[in-house]
């Protein structure tokens, strides 16, 4: 098939996988700085691109400024780092647990996060942009411990971990609905719980950003020196140990890792479903990475997907209520099922 | 001097234990792990490869016990069935996974590790192959490129877990001739689990028959592998004897 990357040439390849991954992580890079500054332009009341560039520099009108410094681009930036926290960790969970089907939602952590905001927003009166995401972060992380205690005693292999996900995952949005079912009770209790459970970026800013940051950053960069790891676990648990690879390190520290940058994603703008399944597959469909360039290359790519995404819902928040997280499944199911169907049988 | 070292080695089989039980494979040697389904010739190799922790015992390499990455450079371990879900994986991106233990956590693969590629995948004849993907070769292909892996490894011991198991004949016989030459030329040593007697005789320097939760014998071929071992370890009621060039097992 041909190839997204123009790596496959007559050259040795010099990589663990025949695709060079500089020229796929330039496009990406590339795009993904268009569209933050087309996202910076976009809103209800649209600006030209010489307006934005310069309202971000610091220059233009000061009430410009303001709605491009202090509205659009910590939301654009939210969207940029909650879509690359989700793709990468989906990518590298899809690794560890050697299952083309895992996202970050796996382990129970997103429905924890949900739980976790819906119980806050019901039951503290005046819940803040501050109580929710934290009762929501601390439930995520409370899910997923609880995901993988269950999960030893179930012998603590990839499928009981997979098990015991979908388990919690089950029990948290039983219990969600459960709250939602009272919380319906008020009209407007019951919309707010609605609005979290379906994700979304309205109305958060710079605090939100700075809260979600550092767990996203340094624990997306810490998955990164596990790339040789992942690599090695394409072919089993016993034949990674065998060349090498500290297998049980590895998995405890990406579990760790992607569940602390998808609660503080999920914590922050609630679920979206997609991104964290279909990026990799998209990348991996198109080019063939090692890990260490799947997970970067997943990074920038769902940081797009949501830009974009989001973009689009402020485009059309006059007209209709979206949510990125529809957006996103829709741009990407019909993109990932061509991606698919393109690709001819060897 | 001897590569591999497993000294009073005791090992649990569920409720069943393996062992005490000495192995030694020397450089240069090839030797066939026999016995039947279930006998231990799998948890052994697991040992055998670091994988795995014996009970009781004690495990060298080169007289040694290397931590987890030296070992990697020593020991090349193929799994019975080893599969890969990265299903677009083409046969050269598997051998190169074979180069992980010489390589640094940021380093691509330099000139030593190409040449070391090259040449493992002229051993197994899969040259050819190097852009196939592992999901469109027959069995026999994708096994040679399996042991390919290993061989690019550069250890200085094979341990493989039936490489033959889903081979027709010809190839069976073809992989094991191979595994020898490698053995031959480069000193390296091999412990290979395989089910066909013949197959044992004809390839293997020395076989080691596990049963009951023994080493019942150990030896060359011809030597050890009398009709009431063939009985009592396989439970085989045949003899084997060497006709001029050939091996010939005779079945009662």
Known sequence: MPRLTAARGPATPRGLRSSSPVLLLSVLALLLAAAVLGACAVGTEPFPLGTTVSALLGGAEPWQRAVVLDVRLPRVLIAALGGAGLALSGAALQGLLQNPLADPSVLGVSSGATLGAVLALYLVPVASLVIVPAASFVFAIGAVALTVRLARAGGASGTSLLLAGVAVASAGSALTSFVLSLSLAEWELGMQVLSWMMGGLEGRSWPHLFAMAPPVVIGSLACLRHGRDLDALALGEETAASLGRDVGAARRALLVLTSLVTAAVASTIGS???VGLVVPHALRLGARLSYRALLGASAIGGALLLVLSDTLCRALASEVDLRPGTISSAIGAPFFLWLLVRRKPA | MSLLALEDVELALGPRRLGPLSLHVAPGEVVALLGRNGAG?????????????PRAGRVTVQHATPDRRARARLVAYLPQAETSVETDLCVRELIALGRLPHLGELAPLGPPDLRAIERAAEELAVTALLDRPLASLSAGERQRAHVARCFAQEARLLVLDEPTAALDPV?????????????????????????????AARYADRVALLAEGALLACGPP???????????????RASLAREDDAFVLRVR
Do not use: M, Y
């Open chain 1, 272 to 274: 979206v479903a997609f």
């Open chain 2, 41 to 53: 010739k799998t948890s052994l190799l697991r040992v055998a490869a670091g994988v795995a922790a």
């Open chain 2, 171 to 199: 190839h069976a016989a073809d992989l094991l001739a191979r595994v020898r030459v490698h053995s031959r030329a480069g000193e390296h040593g091999a412990l290979v689990v395989v089910h066909d007697v013949l197959l």
């Open chain 2, 222 to 236: 011809l030597e050890v592998l009398s009709p009431a071992v063939l009985e009592q370890g396989l439970g085989l």
